[in-house]
């Protein structure tokens, strides 16, 4: 996996020019995004058997003999990775995987980078649904490390905001909203969190503040009725203090708070790169917008030189392979 840091352009069509498919497919096991071998459920050891049906892929198969009998056992070359259901090829989901970690080039610039030699190109529909597919992988990052930032020493302004999507409905213009709610660290901006919400009221934001920022940390906000009420939750139960301290910006006389310097323009400044996205993707159906969520969470977080290797390194995480267990270095004496 270490190969897939500071991966650039140049590597990437190096690895798909050079590389026969078999010699891309042994580079995938490598990284330990395919299978090196296969376990059966008898639990003998499943061999590599090319298919004589046409299909791109070989299987693996048991041939193990018990009474006389052939186990007969078979498993697709896919089945449980990150591939699994393509009709792709991998060299072209991987290209993909690029372009999506690099926010590289525009869908149509896509579709004609991944030209083939029959003239032929992926559909607008797949390579929409393998976009679906990594911003899953994003989410499934930070439902398994959910983000906390700030504590003692730290400044973490909270805010909330809404995307407003206009529809037209039987010759009547109907507005769909959808509010966020979101906190950033002061001086880290990629330390973020944002969650859709359907309310905005102290019993729906407090709990979310006490799962995304730590103790000791010093929250600021602006007015927002629902902030009255953190007040509750400086202190812990056993008396001691939970919070620094919660700072009010009232935005209807000051973005800065004369007295204490408060402002909340990290997190302003943070929400109009969200919508910027937002608006560049041209818009997210309401039931997606968790995973576009986790995705500007995902690029401030892991964006630069290595986010491909982050992408893969995940994928890695969630969809485990099989592998041939390393043989335990000897040293001898001279």
Same mark, same amino acid.
């Given at each position: 996996m270490e190969s897939l840091k500071r991966f650039n352009e140049s590597d990437l069509y190096k690895k798909l020019l050079l590389l026969s498919e078999d010699e891309f497919n042994e580079w995938l096991k490598d990284l330990g995004l395919l299978h090196q071998k296969r376990t059966c459920e008898c639990g003998a050891p499943m061999r590599l058997k090319n298919r004589e049906d046409g299909r791109k892929f070989p299987s693996w198969h048991c041939r193990r003999k018990t009474s006389g009998k052939v186990c007969g056992k078979a498993r697709g070359y896919v089945v449980g990775t990150f591939f699994e259901g393509t009709h792709l090829s991998l060299k072209e989901i991987f290209q993909l995987s690029y372009y999506f970690a690099r926010q590289a080039h525009p869908q149509e610039e896509i579709q004609f980078n991944l030209r083939r030699e029959d003239g032929s190109t992926i559909s607008e529909e797949a390579i929409v649904d393998y976009k679906n597919f990594f911003r899953e992988v994003c989410q499934r990052y930070f439902e398994r490390h959910p983000v906390i930032i700030g504590g003692p020493g730290?400044? #973490?302004?909270?805010? *909330?905001?809404?995307?407003?999507?206009?529809?037209?409905?039987?010759?009547?213009?109907?507005?769909?909203?959808q509010w966020f709610f979101g906190g950033v660290e002061r001086g880290s901006s990629e330390n973020c969190f944002l969650v859709p919400v359907d309310k905005r009221d102290a019993d729906t934001l407090l709990p979310i503040i006490m799962k995304h920022i730590r103790k000791g940390s010093t929250i600021i906000s602006d007015g927002w009725a629902a902030y009255g009420r953190i007040k509750e939750i400086l202190m812990t139960d056993s008396g001691e203090r939970a919070y620094a301290g919660h700072f009010v #910006?009232?935005?209807? *006389?000051?973005?800065?708070?004369?007295e204490t310097g408060a402002h909340t323009q990290t997190i302003e400044g943070t929400w109009s790169h969200f919508k910027a996205r937002h608006k560049k993707e041209r818009g997210t159906s309401r039931g997606l917008f968790a995973s576009y969520l986790y995705q500007f969470m995902w690029r401030k977080k892991f964006s630069g030189d290595d986010a491909l290797y982050h992408l893969w390194q995940q994928i890695a995480e969630q969809y485990p392979c099989e592998m041939e267990e390393e043989e335990p270095t000897v040293v001898g004496e001279p």
């Open positions: 730290k400044v #973490v302004e909270i805010d *909330e905001t809404v995307i407003t999507k206009r529809k037209y409905h039987r010759g009547q213009l109907r507005a769909q909203e #910006v009232n935005h209807s *006389e000051n973005f800065v708070d004369p």
